[in-house]
């Protein structure tokens, strides 16, 4: 946290685990806004609450303005925003924390949703490719390793998108990976891979109907 240096007007979102009210004070000052979640046992005061606008979204049920007590004798004071969010997705009740008393409520929570998204990223990739090891010992080569990872992540993705068959990630990429080296269509293969290979079978009959060694077609293929 401490190495964090943004611009002024600048947005940053993380986890409840990172608490630091000395910090957040600090982001205060300078006009940079945080979005976090407020920790369980977090100690505050209560000091304003805001009414809830009748076009809000009905998952915010309450805004206020809160005081948090830091310092070795607790005597500074940390002036932020508690958000209490109900999310019917997940069934739960989630408090968020912000210094920013211009944004909606709905936007403060959907910013650390946005935050979320990330973390699936880095799930994904971790799940899927070999990031568990690295084949080189420098900077450079752990930095291309990590690089082709996350375009392989976002070409699958991309494909994935544009498919009517609905693929698991994790299974798309292991299909895929099967078959790196035979020349496919791609689209075609992943809506319907039985019929896509009875496709390449057929044209391989047709390619080597003449041929005067048919029982070694597809040698040099």
């Known amino acids: 946290m401490s190495e964090v240096n943004l611009p002024k007007g600048s947005i940053i979102t993380f986890d409840k685990a990172y608490v630091d009210y000395a910090r957040y004070q600090e982001f205060s ?13 977090a100690l505050y005061t209560a000091r304003k609450e ?7 979204d009905p998952g915010v049920l309450k805004d206020e303005i809160i005081e948090l007590q830091y310092g070795e004798k607790k005597e500074k004071v940390h002036k932020a925003r508690r958000i209490a969010y ?28 946005k935050r979320w998204q990330i973390e699936t990223l880095f799930k994904q990739l971790k799940q899927n490719f070999p990031l568990k090891y690295f084949l080189g010992d ?17 070409l699958i993705s991309l494909v994935k998108s544009k498919l009517k068959h609905n693929w698991a990630f994790s299974n798309m990429v292991s299909i895929i990976r099967q078959q790196l080296m035979d020349y496919i269509n791609i689209y075609r293969f992943l809506e319907d891979p039985e019929k896509a290979w009875r496709s390449i079978i057929n044209e391989n009959d047709l390619k080597y109907q003449n041929t005067l060694f048919p029982e070694i077609r597809g040698a040099y293929s």
């Open 29 to 41: 000052e300078s006009e940079i806004w945080y979005v976090t979640r407020l920790k369980i046992n």
């Open 50 to 56: 805001f009414d809830i606008p009748d076009e809000a």
């Open 86 to 113: 109900w999310d019917d997705t997940n069934n739960r009740l989630f408090e968020f924390q912000t210094n920013n008393l211009k944004l909606p409520a709905e936007t403060i929570a959907l910013i650390y949703k």
């Open 138 to 154: 420098n900077v450079n080569a752990i930095e291309i390793q990590i690089w082709a990872a996350m375009l392989a992540n976002l």
